[in-house]
């Protein structure tokens, strides 16, 4: 009955807000009791609403009340202290199942505030004070509160873990030391803890330096990514300006040929209305003379229509009409021929520039990112597999294009080509009409004794028979000398003999971004038969290099 009248007495005397032993004690009007300072702070939080209440009943005041400290519960708390009596605990301190308990309390006990790496007990505040007090056990080692404390006694011998075996890297007590550790290097504890405590002083110095660098890394990235966004954002800005110029400027041209157009048909057919006019009145007169012999030929008087047939019969000059010179449907057709013909070259320069621009934008790399892994599988090489057409303008003249001009077959007969600048003049050689950056994949059928493949710039010379227009031979183009016995690859007059079977398919695979140019024997399997690693500072054009008469060669449809 004592211990549940003292136990009513702490619930007394304590504060409901703070859970402590009242400080300054003051009643409210509703007769509850607090510490000042708990009751001020808890009436602050209201005083935006100007209503203030009691934490207990709930109870509203207005306005707020005064505070006076109640002086007879303040003395009789300061007696009830000297006797000893202390505010119950809260609930909180109390341990719960993750908690560390008091090792001391009985009963309910208390969460552990330290523990005691010597006695290898946890203690509560009260049950702490010791430590402090008594001499002997000042000198402790006292821990946040651990689980973990009979880990620290030895299983074998039953004794505290003080030393370290460095030998075999594990805590080990006294006895330890001159039983199944005896010879090992063994220290203290505290000696190993502080080697290995510099060494962790050291990592995380490294640690924080690595942090430092890794945060100035990111700003640097950040303003990078602002840059980009910058640049990106006055290059579309500068884009749309440029095309905006350039439709004006067709749009100008469109109408001045318009113009033109219309002010040529206002001139033509002026002149053809006015000698139209002008035949339209012979008519009439002619007409009208015809009228007058015909009148004339029916006098019967002789003497009468001989008298008047000189007047009669004279004609006046004829038009000339020999300027007219119809042309059956051929007008203002060769204008609409000249303009299409302006479309053609615009098309083409287009087409050739487009390739650029989207190689230099694909250029931007902020990170210079390690190039994708080579395809392995033949599978895996379609997926970058392109369209490939040859192009006429640089066919040789003794190459017959056929399949939708996929195909090339030599021949010794001279082919219609009309003259061209691209067209190869001295070599057997033909370009695709298709620029190839990124990663493209294609394969080429051939049939004969010899055939090259190969990729080239566009500005590789067309001219001649020197090594500066023959694929392989110069730096703008590299070849595979594809033969029954075998291949060879050629770059910049430089040959390297490639030890593989011979195959009637071959397939090529370019990463311009990357640089990585391979050529494979297709067959069952993918043969590699040999791989460039180099630096491409423009866009290649597939090329096809036909030696002897009869042989040919066809980009496979692979879509």
């Known amino acids: 009955?004592?211990?549940?009248?003292?136990?009513?007495?702490?619930?007394?005397?304590?504060?409901?807000?703070?859970?402590?032993?009242?400080?300054?004690?003051?009643?409210?009007?509703?007769?509850?009791?607090?510490?000042?300072?708990?009751?001020?702070?808890?009436?602050?939080?209201?005083?935006?609403?100007?209503?203030?209440?009691?934490?207990?009943?709930?109870?509203?005041?207005?306005?707020?009340?005064?505070?006076?400290?109640?002086?007879?519960?303040?003395?009789?708390?300061?007696?009830?202290?000297?006797?000893?009596?202390?505010?119950?605990?809260?609930?909180?301190?109390?341990a719960g199942p993750e908690d560390v308990?008091?090792?001391?309390?009985?009963?309910?006990?208390?969460?552990?505030?330290?523990?005691?790496?010597?006695?290898?007990?946890?203690?509560?505040?009260?049950?702490?004070?010791?430590?402090?007090?008594?001499?002997?056990?000042?000198?402790?080692?006292?821990v946040d509160p651990s689980k973990t404390l009979q880990e620290n006694i030895c299983s074998r011998h039953d004794e505290v873990m003080k030393m370290f075996c460095r030998t075999d890297q594990q805590s080990i007590c006294y006895l330890c030391s001159v039983d199944e550790h005896k010879g090992h290097n063994t220290v203290s504890a505290a000696a190993e803890r502080t080697e290995r405590q510099r060494e962790l002083e050291v990592s995380r110095l490294n640690i924080q330096q690595r942090i430092q660098d890794r945060e100035k890394d990111v700003k640097l990235l950040q303003q990078e990514v602002e840059a980009v966004s910058r640049s990106a954002d006055k290059a579309v800005e500068d884009n749309e300006k440029i095309f905006t110029e350039l439709i004006r400027l067709l749009q100008k041209r469109s109408s001045d040929v318009k113009q033109q157009i219309r002010s040529q048909q206002g001139t033509e057919v002026s002149g053809v209305k006015e000698l139209q006019e002008k035949l339209q009145q012979e008519i009439t007169e002619l007409k009208k003379k015809d009228a007058e012999l015909k009148q004339l030929s029916h006098t019967e008087d002789h003497n009468q229509f001989l008298h008047n047939y000189p007047s009669v019969s004279q004609l006046s000059e004829p038009t000339d009409s020999s300027s007219i010179n119809i042309r059956p449907l051929r007008y203002f057709e060769d204008v609409t021929a000249a303009v299409s013909k302006l479309r053609d070259k615009l098309q083409d320069i287009l087409k050739e520039e487009w390739t650029n621009i989207s190689l230099t934008v694909t250029e931007v790399d902020v990170l210079l990112s390690e190039p994708k892994p080579e395809p392995k599988t033949r599978a895996e090489f379609l997926r970058y597999s392109c369209e490939i057409t040859l192009d006429p303008n640089t066919t040789h003249t003794e190459l017959l294009l056929s399949e939708g001009n996929r195909k090339a077959t030599y021949t010794s007969q001279k082919q219609s080509y009309y003259s061209h600048p691209d067209r190869f003049t001295y070599w057997h050689q033909v370009l695709s009409r298709e620029s190839l950056t990124g990663r493209c994949y294609w394969e080429v059928d051939w049939r004969g004794t010899k055939f090259r493949i190969a990729v080239a710039y566009k500005n590789i010379s067309r001219v001649g028979s020197s090594n500066e227009c023959g694929f392989g031979y110069n730096d703008k183009s590299w070849m595979l000398y594809c033969h029954t016995n075998g291949y060879t690859f050629y770059f910049n007059n430089v040959k390297t003999p490639i030890s593989s079977p011979g195959s009637s398919r071959v397939g090529v695979y370019l990463d311009?971004?990357?640089?990585?140019?391979?050529?494979?024997?297709?067959?069952?399997?993918?043969?590699?038969?040999?791989?460039?690693?180099?630096?491409?500072?423009q866009p290649l054009y597939a090329g096809l290099w036909l030696v002897y008469d009869g042989v040919t060669a066809e980009l496979c449809k692979l879509k």
């Open 1 to 94: 009955m004592a211990q549940r009248g003292d136990q009513l007495d702490r619930e007394t005397f304590c504060c409901s807000i703070c859970l402590d032993l009242l400080k300054d004690p003051v009643a409210i009007p509703c007769g509850h009791s607090y510490c000042m300072s708990c009751i001020k702070g808890f009436w602050d939080g209201e005083d935006q609403r100007k209503i203030y209440s009691c934490p207990q009943c709930r109870q509203i005041f207005a306005p707020r009340p005064v505070l006076g400290k109640n002086t007879m519960l303040a003395a009789l708390v300061e007696q009830l202290k000297k006797t000893g009596l202390q505010a119950a605990p809260a609930d909180h301190c109390y």
């Open 101 to 142: 308990a008091c090792d001391v309390c009985t009963g309910r006990k208390l969460k552990a505030f330290k523990s005691c790496l010597q006695c290898l007990i946890s203690y509560c505040e009260n049950h702490l004070q010791p430590h402090y007090n008594v001499g002997q056990f000042k000198k402790h080692k006292l």
């Open 512 to 537: 311009h971004r990357a640089g990585i140019l391979s050529f494979y024997s297709v067959s069952e399997t993918m043969t590699l038969l040999h791989r460039v690693q180099t630096t491409f500072t």
